[in-house]
Nanobody, 126 residues
Framework: VQLAESGGGLVQAGASLRLSCVASGSTFDDYAIGWFRQGPGKEREGVACIGVSDGVENIFYEDFVKGRFTISRDNAKNTAYLQMNSLKPEDTDVYYC??????????????????WGHGTQVTVSS
């Protein structure tokens, strides 16, 4: 599975961006999808994830993005999205998407994910 993120850029605080993650090489209907971010000298941290367990969609957000970011997926397009609103300077990071095969629900623990994209830079100026 190859993943490609896009949609990053330089914006002012309070603006919005929508990140996309396109998967190729496999359909990802049954995969969990996670969005992560990492800055220089920092560990990669989870932002949000979306998965399915027993036919029910599970979504999780870390507290620092809850109410501002929205994760979604379009299985027909093999694409996941991260809508980011009310961006803050502290949201500046490289954002990565990842997929986990054979998952139940989803997790924001980086170690459980099987495939990763190369990241897209998000920079928020004050």
């Amino acid at each position: 599975v190859q993943l490609a993120e896009s949609g990053g850029g330089l914006v002012q605080a309070g603006a919005s961006l929508r990140l996309s993650c396109v998967a190729s090489g496999s359909t990802f209907d049954d995969y969990a999808i996670g969005w992560f971010r990492q800055g220089p000298g920092k560990e990669r941290e989870g932002v949000a994830c979306i998965g399915v367990s027993d036919g029910v969609e599970n979504i999780f957000y870390e507290d620092f993005v809850k109410g501002r970011f929205t994760i979604s997926r379009d299985n027909a397009k093999n694409t996941a999205y991260l809508q980011m609103n009310s961006l803050k300077p502290e949201d500046t990071d490289v954002y990565y998407c990842a997929v986990e095969r054979n998952s139940l629900g989803c997790s924001v623990i980086p170690g459980v994910y099987d495939y990763w994209g190369h990241g897209t830079q998000v920079t928020v100026s004050s």
